[in-house]
């Protein structure tokens, strides 16, 4: 079993940034990819982004060049810088984990970004 407990996100204006944060404990040597995800009311939750045990990492087409996404493995925690916030970025953002053969997933973080 993996828990992950998130932080980091709030309120800012377009074109500001935030950092949202994950800290991954429980069964942490099991873990390989991490990433985030995002979920607007009454749509499906999206993928943002996803860096591998090995570095690796991918980002939707909608925040590339704007997210960035990195990973403690020694701390068990995974970040996402997001700078130049659009308005339509504003979703709950849940971290991920895969953990052997399992998913793994945060209770959600609000982001709002205000026009």
């Known amino acids: 079993q993996v828990q992950l407990v998130e932080s980091g996100g709030g309120l800012v204006q377009a074109g500001g940034s935030l950092r949202l944060s994950c800290a991954a404990s429980?069964?942490?040597?099991?873990?390989?990819?991490m990433g985030w995800y995002r979920q607007v009311p009454g749509k499906q939750r999206e993928w943002v982004a996803t860096?591998?045990?090995?570095?690796?990492?991918g980002y939707a087409n909608s925040v590339k060049g704007r997210f960035t996404i990195s990973r403690d493995n020694a701390k068990n925690m995974v970040f996402l810088q997001m700078n130049s916030l659009k308005p339509e970025d504003t979703a709950v953002y849940y971290c991920?984990?895969?953990?052997?053969?399992?998913?793994?997933w945060g209770q959600g973080t609000q982001v709002t970004v205000s026009s």
């Open positions: 991920w984990v895969v953990a052997g053969a399992y998913d793994y």
């Open positions: 429980g069964s942490i040597f099991a873990i390989n990819a």
């Open positions: 860096i591998t045990s090995g570095g690796i990492t």
